[in-house]
């Protein structure tokens, strides 16, 4: 569901309760969010009123993004909830931010991973093979899958093969 004026909310950090109210967000700041957030029916006081809660200085702002229909709007940066499988066939929720990094919920943890930065995937990849009691080579392919479209109408869907790791991982 996309936001509307009457829970239309921003943050620094999406959460999972976050992506459970909306399951699309997007960093505030490009040319025409403004627009965006004021075509999907969110007042102009009631967004004036969510930027102000916030430093100018501080973090970058998210915003849950209108769809249409289902479909995310054309912006080049978002997190997007979803549903993962492990190769082992374990189910889990989390996000992907594509082409580079997803997040996965185990045992009320979040584990992040950018597929283009090795520092830490290596610890995290053992952590979550071990909160889900498989081999951390039972964890990719990972397959996702969302309820949401992109511009083009295609399927927000798709198989993560791996991570990188840091040599001799």
């Known amino acids: 569901m996309s936001a509307t004026a009457a829970d239309f909310e921003m943050c620094e950090v999406v959460e999972r309760a976050h992506l459970e ?15 965006l957030i004021l075509g999907s029916g969110v007042a102009a006081d009631v967004l004036d009123a969510a930027l ?9 702002l998210l915003f849950p993004l209108p769809l249409d229909d ?18 082992a066939g374990a189910d889990l929720h989390g996000w992907v931010m594509e082409p580079h990094a997803f997040g996965l919920y185990a045992a009320d943890r979040e584990l992040a991973f950018n597929r ?18 498989i081999e951390a080579a039972q964890v990719f392919p990972l397959r996702f899958e969302t309820d949401l479209r992109r511009v083009d109408g295609s399927a927000l ?13």
């Open 70 to 87: 289902g479909r995310l709007p054309d912006k080049t940066s978002m997190m997007v909830a979803a549903r993962f499988t492990t190769a």
């Open 52 to 60: 102000s809660r916030f430093d100018d200085c501080g973090p970058a």
């Open 116 to 133: 283009t930065l090795v520092r830490g995937a290596a610890e995290k990849l053992e952590e979550l093979s071990r909160l889900l009691a």
């Open 21 to 35: 109210r909306h399951p699309a967000w997007g960093p505030y700041g490009d040319p025409g969010d403004r627009e």
């Open 157 to 169: 869907c798709g198989t993560i093969e791996d991570v990188a790791l840091e040599p001799g991982r």
